[in-house]
């Protein structure tokens, strides 16, 4: 099984990045995914999710209107689209696949939003 996320890095206040996480090892289109994220000091938090269809998506009110998480199960791929990016989204973002009890997670990509 592997979680695996990319497409972080550094980034000055209002632009963008795409992260993807990519997963193998598992039926990836039976799992609900998460994006979570973790800044230094504090918790770690759910930033967005998608249901295994993607019929259905949740986003924290942080990153409403800035943030679009969708998926492509026949890649195995979910990814994270971050738009107008602000300081305050300096984190280490990781991905979640859930189904049940059962949970992955990959290591972490870090983004960085600095002038």
């Known amino acids: 099984v592997q979680v695996v996320e990319s497409g972080g890095g550094l980034v000055q206040p209002g632009g963008s990045l795409r992260l993807s996480c990519a997963a193998s090892g598992f039926t990836f289109s039976s799992y609900h995914t998460n994006w979570y994220r973790q800044a230094p000091g504090k918790e770690r938090e759910l930033v967005a999710a998608?249901?295994?269809?993607?019929?259905?998506?949740n986003y924290a009110d942080s990153v409403k209107g800035r943030f679009t998480i969708s998926r492509d199960n026949a890649k195995n791929t979910v990814y994270l689209q971050m738009n107008n990016l602000k300081s305050e989204d300096t984190a280490v973002y990781y991905c979640?696949?859930?189904?049940?009890?059962?949970?992955?997670w990959g290591q972490g990509t870090q983004v960085t939003v600095s002038s």
């Open positions: 998608i249901t295994s269809v993607g019929g259905s998506t």
């Open positions: 979640n696949a859930k189904r049940g009890v059962r949970s992955y």
